[in-house]
């Protein structure tokens, strides 16, 4: 069967996290434009005001297409750490607030390698931040490490599925079993659970369905607005959202977050230059070797 009809100027974007090998499973790109700090104000516009009404330098650090930014030039790193630290050093030189849209494991590797070559920080960054969830104690790691270079730090949270649309859902805050809380980023999405597990569809401006319910494969409960969702266990079991969260910020500055197991104990990716310091952590390159590792594919957290 063939797939859906292509045209001259389409966009296509592949979730970064497919387990699919085939050519379907891609969604169309809208060049209509992507008005980030709209949505944010929709629903935290107090996390704005670091921004003081600046024109932000978007830079996208995920490994897909997200989309073409309206409020804030924009550049890509191709998920290269050299390439988005000479974005973030021009953001400060033109006193311009930063959007990273990232995956948050790179997200850490790109900060902490950008100050520790001394180079300058723009005075505000906010971070969206997809493909997987950021463990509460990374988010608040990153934004005691910010803090204490005087650049203040807000994390989004997105939540899409790439066969139907990125960025369906947004958050910020986490309830008290470390979930974080989402919201529909607008009218235009429709969220359900069908016998515990959420679906999610695009809705146009009658409300009509544009596609039909797409299981995520993640339970979620919905509360009002609000949408808590409890990752599968192949994406991430309680013992490893356990180990990561008891993680500090010395911890995280020395750990990638990617993760192996051998002989029945987790083992830790340690950043290049670490030394290990006991018998769960794995030099960069021997981890890799062992475990295979690239930034462009999410950690393995179902383990």
């Known amino acids: 069967m063939s797939g859906p009809a292509l045209s001259a100027g389409d966009l296509l974007s592949y979730s970064a ?34 921004f003081g009404g600046r024109t932000p330098l978007v830079i996208n650090a995920y490994p897909a297409t997200i989309g073409f930014p309206t409020d804030g030039a ?49 005075n505000a960054v906010m971070a969206i931040a997809g493909g997987y969830c950021t463990p509460h104690s990374l988010h608040a790691s990153l934004t005691q490490f910010l803090a204490a270079h005087g650049v203040p730090f807000t994390l989004l949270q997105g939540y899409g599925v790439a066969e139907v649309e990125a960025g369906m859902l947004w958050g910020v805050d986490y309830d008290a079993q470390g979930r974080v809380i989402y919201r529909p980023r607008g009218p235009d999405i429709h969220a359900q659970t069908i016998d515990g597990r959420l679906h999610l569809a695009l809705k ?61 104990s987790l083992v830790f990716q340690l950043r290049e230059g670490e030394q290990p310091t006991d018998g769960r952590e794995l030099g960069h390159y021997l981890f890799g070797d062992r475990f295979g590792f690239s930034w462009l594919n999410k950690p393995r957290w179902g383990l």
């Open 17 to 50: 996290g497919s387990t699919q090998t085939g050519p379907d499973g891609f969604r169309k790109v809208n060049r209509g434009g992507l008005s980030l700090t709209a949505i944010v104000r929709a629903h935290w516009p107090h996390l704005l005001a670091p």
């Open 74 to 122: 924009m550049v890509d790193c191709y998920l290269s750490p050299r390439t988005a630290s000479r974005a973030l050093q021009l953001a400060a030189r033109e006193d311009m607030p930063v959007i990273l849209m990232c995956q948050s494991l790179f997200l850490a590797e790109l900060l902490f390698r950008h100050v520790a070559q001394g180079f300058a920080l723009p």
């Open 204 to 264: 146009d401006a009658s409300g009509k369905l544009l596609n039909e319910p797409f299981d995520t494969g993640d339970d979620a409960t919905i509360s009002g607005g609000d949408i808590l969702i409890s990752n599968a266990r192949n994406r991430l079991t309680p013992a490893v959202m356990q180990e990561l969260e008891s993680w500090d910020l010395n911890a995280w500055r020395r750990r990638t977050g990617y993760l192996g197991r051998h002989d029945g």
